[in-house]
């Protein structure tokens, strides 16, 4: 406690003046970077085949037959999540609800993978 309380009385106001910029910048640069826009479509791919793409202003409950068993796919006002499946892991229904542009759901064992998407093509990242 001691150590502490000497490490704070040997800070400065142009230290204090810097972690103050630095938390203020990192948070504003955190939240104009992170902020997808929603989504206004699904697609569902099962392994190299595209199952279909689907809106996301609708309520409906897609059942998907893959190479280990069904997975239930829920759309719910403007989000989509899976609620059942037959892989023993469970992380694509622990994964929850997603509405976000490049957001995707995975379940690895079903070969089932689906993805947020909008009318234009929003890159997340780029290769050459």
Request: glycine share 8%; with cysteine; net charge positive.
């Amino acid at each position: 406690m001691k150590k502490i309380l000497q490490f704070i009385s040997k800070i400065q106001i142009g230290d204090l003046f810097t972690i103050i910029i630095f938390i203020v910048l990192t948070t504003y640069l955190s939240s104009i970077l992170w902020n997808f826009p929603q989504g206004e479509y699904l697609k569902i791919d099962m392994g190299k085949q595209e199952i279909g793409s689907f809106s996301l202003n609708q309520n409906v409950t897609k059942v998907i037959e893959g190479p280990v068993g069904k997975t239930e796919v829920i759309i719910d006002s403007g989000k989509v999540r899976i609620s059942k499946s037959p892989c023993t892991k469970k992380y694509c229904i622990h994964q929850g609800w997603i509405n976000q542009i490049n957001q995707s759901i995975v379940c690895v064992p079903n070969q089932i993978y689906i993805s947020i998407i909008g009318n234009q093509t929003d890159y997340d990242s780029l290769n050459y």
